[in-house]
Structure formats: C-alpha cells, structure tokens
C-alpha cells in the first residue's frame, strides 16, 4: 500500500536518516512523499524534494525562498518558505509524518500532524518536554499513533510489545557520558563549542550533540519518558554505558531487565516507526558481540552533570516547568555557541531560571494549550537572555 508521508527537518541528520530509509524502501516506488522542510540547506532540500518528487518544499528561512524556487524551477514542485508556510505543510494530509525539526519550533507542525489522524514519528522530543499532556490528548482525539523515535525511548518501545506497562518497575534509560564523561569540573568549565559537539558515538546535529555533552539531553529524554509513557517520575534512571550498544532497557516487578540492542544507528528507530507494527530488514551493521568484547555501565556522576538533577525537578513540578527548562536550556545552549558564556554556566543559568520561575507561577495549574506553551518559551528565552547579559558583565 502507498503511504502519503512528509519529512519536517528533511535536512538535519534524522531528516536524512530518514530519506535514506525511504530511498530504502522504493522511494517514489513506494511513497507519496507530501512535504519536505529544512532550513538553510536549500540546496540538499531541492535535491531530496526533486529525488521523492515532493509536492512542496518549505524553508524554515524566506531569505533563502528565491534560492530553493530556482533550485526547484521546471519540477511543479512549490516552494514556500517561514513559519506560516510549514504550519500550512504540516496540514497537508499524511499517513506518516516524521517530525525532525530541532527545537521548541517543531511543537506546532507535529501537533497539527496529529490531526490527519496517521501516525506521527516523534523525533522531536521537545515536543513531549514542553507539552506532553497537549500531544497525547491531541493524538488521542483525532486517533493518531505517535511513535518514539529517540533510540531510549524507541527501546523501551520494543522493549513493551506484548508487555503490560503497570508491571514496569524501572525505566533505565542508558547514556553514552557524550565525550566529557571523564572531564574534571574545571576541564568543563574550559571547554568550547568545538569540542562539546564532537560526540564520541552518534553523529547528530549540534544541538543535541552539545546536549549530550552536557546532559541535557538526557534530562530531556527522563522528561520525555515520563510524558510519553505517563510514569512515575520515581522509575527512570539514567544509567551510563559508554558503548552505545544496549539503547535502553525496562525492569519488571518479577526483576526481569529487557534491553534493546545495535549498534549506535538512528535508522534503528525511524526503521521502526516507518515499518511498525511489522520489521523489515534495515540497512544497518550487525552488532560483532565479540569484536565488542565487553559492556561497561557507571552511575552518573550529578555533580559535574547537574541537568539530570533539574529534570527530576521539572518532571515532580510537571505542567508547564517542562518548556521553561527547554526555553532557558535552548537559549542557554545559543549563549554557549556564541562564546557568550562558558560550559557550565548553561546548567547554572536553568536552574537559576527554572527556580525563579517555579516561585513566580504556580506552574502545575497552568492549561497546557499551544499559545500558552509558546507564550511561556518566549517570555523565558527572554528572562534567560537576560541573564546571560548579567552573567556577562559579572
Ligand atoms: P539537526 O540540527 O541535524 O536538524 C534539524 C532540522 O530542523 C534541519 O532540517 C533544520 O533545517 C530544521 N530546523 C532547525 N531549526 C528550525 C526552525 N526554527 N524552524 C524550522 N526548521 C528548523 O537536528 P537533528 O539531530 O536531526 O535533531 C532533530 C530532532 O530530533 C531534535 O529534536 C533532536 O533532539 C531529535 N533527535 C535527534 C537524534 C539524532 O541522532 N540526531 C536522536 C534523537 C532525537
Ligand atoms: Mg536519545
């Protein structure tokens, strides 16, 4: 059967992940490819729109629409570009739509996505951080399936067929330790942009790389779990396995641990969600145990790596604590790049952001409504932006 799919964040390393898993699968054999989106790579947009002869193609950026209208000239292909135009994409009619987009950006396309009713890849997991209860509810009244498309939580997935969830006792969620695990606290105080978007095992986009250097990433994915499965807080650990090779695990109330296994390949993941709820063979490495030798696991070290200890906070606090964390780590994370600020001053910066916030609102009582989510991440990215300057001039 044909499924009708669209790409939001072709261009970024799930984006392309995903065309090639696509490409795969028949390409244009198999899928009407709807909507592709990217940002400033119009060049790659308009070769992956022509290869999957996609009806549009949208640039985050209108600076970059004459470029990717040229690019597209003679195909029938429409080019669009902004915000407006990937809301008016992500309302074009799918089966099957991957949401990729870095960012708090990627909250409204997927959640208008959900309203076709299909099945929504769920990569971008602030859209469960700053607002999980508005994603499930969504899903569930126009029928939708999201499916996790974060290698945690795509295991854990796996891990849960055929399982009956209140039997769950432990959610493990394995991190890599990203490629400061061993750092001293004044090493990390040191370290720059160059070296904290050199991850040791994926290769991602610089966002989440940074993340993962920081644990941020990690601390969104605890938050992540909590909301996609609707858990106890109390259940998820972190746990750091520098391999990459067992992606997560679950724990039963009999003791059983059940872990997903791979080698470190996000086509793992979005493989699953484009087959689910059947497998097909995927274009990946066999895992070599042997060549492998041997499995290392280490309790994270919450002193030199504070986000995990925020995110524990964020997910007792719930309601909206979730997209003031993402806002204030978001424009922490652009202070960072920008040399603004030093390494561990992006954990220092959330947490002071994240205690004057939890102080100021009753946060939990807030409704969890798209405005009010958006509403939220600007006022906080500029109270953040604030206190990067204050930091500055200390
Ligand atoms: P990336 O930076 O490589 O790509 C991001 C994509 O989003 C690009 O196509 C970019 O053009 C687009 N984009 C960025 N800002 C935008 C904006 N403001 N408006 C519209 N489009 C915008 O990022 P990535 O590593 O592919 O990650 C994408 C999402 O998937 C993130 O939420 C990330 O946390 C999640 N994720 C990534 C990985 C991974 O291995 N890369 C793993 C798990 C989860
Ligand atoms: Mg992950």
């Known amino acids: 059967m044909r499924r009708r799919v669209s790409i939001f964040g072709s261009t970024g390393s799930i984006g392309c992940n995903t065309v090639d898993l696509l490409r795969h699968q028949g390409g244009v054999e ?14 790659l947009l308009a070769r992956q729109a022509r290869e999957l002869e996609a009806e ?12 990717l209208r040229q690019a597209l000239e003679g195909t029938g292909i ?13 309302a074009r009619e799918t089966d099957w739509t991957m949401s990729a987009i870095g960012g708090c950006a990627g909250l409204e396309p997927g959640l208008i996505s959900l309203k076709h009713g299909g099945i929504l890849a769920l990569a971008n997991k602030e859209s469960l951080v700053t607002a999980g ?12 399936t999201i499916l996790p498309v974060d290698s945690e939580h795509s295991a854990i997935f796996q891990a849960l067929v055929g399982e009956d969830i209140s039997n769950v006792t432990r959610m493990i969620l394995t991190a890599s330790g990203g490629p400061f695990r061993n750092w001293s606290h004044a090493q990390l105080a040191a370290a ?14 610089k966002m989440i790389s940074v993340d993962s250097a920081s644990m941020f990433n990690k601390a969104l994915e605890m938050i992540e ?6 858990v106890d807080p109390k259940i998820i650990e972190v ?13 039963h109330v009999d003791g059983t641990l059940m872990a997903h296994m791979g080698v470190p390949d996000m086509r793992f993941a979005i493989g699953y969600a484009l087959n689910w709820p059947k497998r097909r063979s995927l274009p990946i490495k066999n895992l070599d145990l042997a060549a492998l030798g041997a499995l290392e696991f280490e309790a994270p070290d919450e002193q030199r790596f504070p986000p995990l200890r925020l995110a524990r906070e964020v997910m007792m606090a719930g309601g909206l604590s979730g997209a003031v964390f993402n806002a204030a780590k978001e424009t922490a994370y652009g202070a960072f790049m920008a040399r603004q600020i030093g390494f561990l001053d992006m954990a220092a910066l959330v947490e002071q952001v994240l205690s004057a916030e939890i102080d100021l609102c009753d946060l939990k009582s807030t ?15 500029i109270k953040t932006a604030e206190a990067v300057k204050l930091r500055q001039a200390s």
Request: aromatic letters at 6%; proline letters at 6%.
């Open 367 to 381: 409704t969890i409504d798209l405005e009010t989510v958006l509403s939220v991440d600007q006022q906080v990215r």
């Open 30 to 43: 198999s899928f009407d490819v709807i909507a592709l989106t990217g940002g400033a790579r119009v060049d």
């Open 133 to 144: 209860p508005l994603m499930l509810a969504t899903a569930q009244k126009y029928g939708a």
């Open 192 to 205: 720059t942009p160059e070296q904290a978007v050199a991850h040791p095992n994926w290769d991602m986009g």
């Open 56 to 67: 549009i193609a949208v640039t985050a950026y209108p600076e970059h629409l004459k470029t």
């Open 239 to 251: 746990i750091i396995h520098p391999q990459s090779v067992v992606h997560s695990m679950i724990g």
């Open 225 to 230: 779990a909590k909301e996609f499965y609707q």
């Open 78 to 90: 429409k080019a669009a570009a902004g915000p407006e135009a990937i809301a008016e994409a992500a």
